[in-house]
């Protein structure tokens, strides 16, 4: 900690210099737990240093992602729970690369709060390097801004960067999907990150007791069924691409089956999804139920149950579902590819 570096002025405007020094103490021990082999800088440089490891790699891509953690951050707030959203902001990022058959090799994450509280901030770094533990990925820089008068003193915002690594003649582009391959579902661990607008306004979040346990949710509250973060599918998804060949996925986000799904999908061909096979969650029944919400609007909104989809050829299908299972995944089929303009239908 830099014990010369105090401005009272600064101090006086709302800027506690210190207590970023104390936030960046309290976060070592969580970035700690996330180094991997090519980190070649510690916290605290101007820049985050990694050397990239090729080995067996001939054509190498990066690929990049960026997101963040959305409105579900009023729930941490309503809660006064803030180590598990760091998770949601790197699942964001790295379920998207992945998808493009990348490997994450680091992270990095950007805080904007009204008033830095070092052990908030700590907490929340502690979500991502726990994110980044699932993911394999690094954390090796970021930065946390303290911006008074632009947020309020006890909110903040939290937003993510992930670069990974492909082969390019690995690269997921859909070109060899046919008609007749199947499409596999890898269950969500809730809501996610996405639709809480929606999500806030069904349960009108900021004037009821989110914290009451709910028979239909197995006894848990609301506040902490929202909560639960984003399912990390990065280190499944990685092994069965050593076994598999996979066509195409899709990251189930804002949108729904109905824009993600699609985007995996080339012209001329369509997923034709069997609704009745998607394991939908309580929540979104709950959702759908109290928010008087049509069923397209639900899957054009939420994932429903399903974080994740992978098409594989029906040949590859059981060993595909072998993999996933031995991998933590307890993935199902939910549809097929068919010919068609339409992309995604579901039935």
Request: hydrophobic share 40%.
């Amino acid at each position: 900690m830099n014990l010369n570096s105090k401005s009272d002025a600064y101090a006086a405007a709302g800027v506690d210099i210190t207590a970023g020094y104390k936030a960046v103490e309290l976060m070592k021990q969580h970035i700690a737990k996330t180094m991997t082999k090519g980190v070649c800088s510690d916290v605290g440089g101007f820049g985050g240093l990694f050397e990239l490891d090729l080995t067996g790699i001939t054509k190498p891509v990066l690929v990049s992602g960026t997101d963040g953690v959305g409105t579900k951050l009023k729930m941490a707030f309503l809660m006064n729970k803030h180590d598990t959203v760091g998770i949601d902001c790197v699942a964001m990022c790295v379920n998207d690369i992945i998808c493009c058959g990348a490997k994450p090799l680091f992270f990095l994450d950007y805080i904007a709060c009204g008033k830095n509280v070092p052990e908030k901030i700590a907490d929340i770094v502690k979500g991502v390097a726990e994110g980044c533990v699932q993911s394999g990925a690094a954390l090796i820089g970021g930065e946390t801004a303290e911006m008074p008068g632009f947020y309020p003193e006890d909110e903040y915002d939290l937003a993510g960067y992930s670069t990974g690594v492909v082969d390019k003649d690995k690269i997921i582009d859909n070109k060899t999907m046919a008609e007749g391959d199947v499409i596999i579902a890898l269950p969500s661990s809730g809501v996610h990150s996405n639709g809480f607008s929606l999500v806030r306004k069904v349960f009108d979040v900021e004037n009821s007791d989110i914290k009451a346990p709910v028979d239909e949710l197995g006894g848990k509250s609301v506040g902490e069924t929202l909560l639960t973060p984003t399912r990390i599918y990065v280190k499944p998804v990685l092994a069965l691409l050593e076994q598999v060949k996979v066509k195409g996925i899709s990251h189930i986000t804002g949108g729904g089956f109905y824009e993600n799904i699609p985007r995996s999908i080339p012209d001329g061909l369509c997923a034709k999804i069997d609704k009745s096979a998607v394991k939908v969650l309580p929540i979104f029944k709950l959702i759908q139920q109290k928010g008087g919400i049509s069923e397209h609007d639900m899957f054009n909104t939420f994932n429903m149950g399903v974080g994740m989809s992978i098409t594989v050829s029906e040949n590859d299908a059981e060993k595909a579902l072998e993999i996933l299972k031995a991998n933590g995944e307890d993935a199902y089929i939910i549809g097929e590819i068919i010919k068609s303009e339409e992309k995604i239908v579901l039935c």
